[in-house]
């Protein structure tokens, strides 16, 4: 009886289909693995923190969303996308220097620590209000110069207050020495800056009162004249109020793409995910690096079709 049932058994194609599955199942757990060489990846993320990275002229899920909170979005896009063995270190900006949160570490085995970071990231963190975009650009290659990794700076290119064009920044020391991506944040038309008491809660909108609407520092610029009531020692800017639009932002995309070509770097407008990927995984930022990949995948699905092949066989067409 039992070696009837056993040949019949054996007749039978679902045995064969369920013995197969349960060895691609018991693959699974044993986590097979093949050994190949593929691109990854080393990038510093460094992101603008200053007020006008709170201006809302992006949409998200329908809904405005601060060039903040774009920016953290795309990022959390990226580094999900990164292959196994890239590095990803985190930094922000404000002020005239940018500093590390923590160096790059695998993106992989840290998913969850670099996501939460990217999560947290606050323009509360800001030490100071200033923004000097140049300057923080120097401060970023100086540190950084002597690294095998990309930089990609994330700004809007608002400077606050406004550059002295007298005074450019020199980076004729540093231009070369690090490859890297200026990413420009924002629109190109001009929109409200959120204005925050110091328990984070908006208070309306900065106002042209609020802000300066040129730079005093230095010498004044020497293609313009002194503004009224201009004394050479006492008010070598004039003592005339100048009112402008520093109270509203947008995107200073030539003066970006400006400072690109002085360090050096390729230029890129943020507007989604996919194209900033496109831009960030190219051949010139990989490196070709082994990395063991996991195929459990391939398993789990032989599985899957064995056991549908078993449970919802084909029904034959009747003669």
Same mark, same amino acid.
């Given at each position: 009886?039992?070696?009837?049932?056993?040949?019949?058994?054996?007749?039978?194609?679902?045995?064969?289909?369920?013995?197969?599955? =349960? =060895?691609?199942?018991?693959? =699974?757990?044993?986590?097979?693995?093949?050994?190949?060489?593929?691109?990854?990846?080393?990038?510093?993320?460094?992101?603008?923190?200053?007020?006008?990275?709170?201006?809302?002229?992006?949409?998200?899920?329908?809904?405005?969303?601060?060039?903040?909170?774009?920016?953290?979005?795309?990022?959390? !896009?990226?580094?999900?996308?990164?292959?196994?063995?890239?590095?990803?270190?985190?930094?922000?900006?404000?002020?005239?220097?940018?500093?590390?949160?923590?160096?790059?570490?695998?993106?992989?085995?840290?998913?969850?620590?670099?996501?939460?970071?990217?999560?947290?990231?606050?323009?509360?963190?800001?030490?100071?209000?200033?923004?000097?975009?140049?300057?923080?650009?120097?401060?970023?290659?100086?540190?950084?110069? !002597?690294?095998?990794?990309?930089?990609?700076?994330?700004?809007?290119?608002?400077?606050?207050?406004?550059?002295?064009?007298?005074?450019?920044?020199?980076?004729?020391?540093?231009?070369?020495?690090?490859?890297?991506?200026?990413?420009?944040?924002?629109?190109?038309?001009?929109?409200?800056?959120?204005?925050?008491?110091?328990?984070?809660?908006?208070?309306? *909108?900065?106002?042209?009162? !609020?802000?300066?609407?040129?730079?005093?520092?230095?010498?004044?610029?020497?293609?313009?004249?002194?503004?009224?009531?201009?004394?050479?020692?006492?008010?070598?800017?004039?003592?005339?109020?100048?009112?402008?639009?520093?109270? =509203?932002?947008?995107?200073?995309?030539?003066?970006?793409?400006?400072?690109?070509?002085?360090?050096?770097?390729?230029?890129?407008?943020?507007?989604?995910?996919?194209?900033?990927?496109?831009?960030?995984?190219?051949?010139? *930022?990989?490196?070709?690096?082994?990395?063991?990949?996991?195929?459990?995948?391939?398993?789990?699905?032989?599985?899957?079709?064995?056991?549908?092949?078993?449970?919802?066989?084909?029904?034959?067409?009747?003669?």
């Amino acid at each position: 009886m039992f070696r009837q049932h056993l040949l019949k058994n054996l007749k039978d194609y679902r045995f064969y289909g369920l013995s197969l599955a =349960l =060895l691609a199942m018991l693959a =699974l757990f044993i986590k097979p693995q093949i050994i190949k060489r593929q691109a990854v990846y080393d990038f510093t993320l460094i992101v603008d923190i200053t007020r006008s990275m709170n201006a809302r002229d992006y949409q998200v899920n329908d809904e405005a969303a601060s060039r903040l909170q774009f920016v953290k979005r795309v990022l959390h !896009d990226v580094v999900l996308q990164l292959p196994c063995q890239s590095k990803v270190g985190i930094g922000l900006f404000t002020e005239r220097k940018s500093t590390l949160l923590f160096e790059p570490i695998e993106v992989c085995s840290a998913y969850a620590e670099i996501d939460s970071v990217i999560e947290n990231i606050d323009w509360r963190m800001a030490w100071a209000a200033d923004s000097r975009i140049s300057k923080g650009l120097l401060s970023t290659l100086t540190q950084l110069q !002597d690294r095998a990794n990309q930089v990609v700076f994330f700004t809007d290119g608002h400077e606050a207050p406004p550059v002295n064009p007298r005074y450019k920044t020199d980076f004729s020391d540093v231009k070369g020495k690090l490859k890297g991506v200026l990413v420009g944040v924002g629109g190109l038309q001009n929109v409200p800056i959120p204005k925050y008491d110091n328990r984070g809660q908006q208070q309306g *909108f900065y106002q042209p009162e !609020d802000v300066p609407h040129r730079s005093t520092f230095g010498l004044p610029p020497t293609s313009l004249q002194p503004w009224g009531a201009y004394h050479a020692r006492n008010a070598p800017f004039g003592g005339a109020k100048v009112v402008g639009n520093q109270h =509203l932002t947008r995107l200073y995309e030539p003066y970006l793409q400006q400072l690109a070509k002085d360090i050096g770097w390729a230029y890129h407008r943020l507007e989604n995910s996919e194209q900033l990927k496109q831009a960030l995984f190219v051949p010139e *930022f990989a490196r070709q690096q082994k990395v063991a990949s996991d195929n459990r995948i391939y398993f789990a699905v032989i599985a899957l079709v064995l056991l549908g092949w078993v449970y919802f066989p084909r029904r034959r067409a009747k003669p």
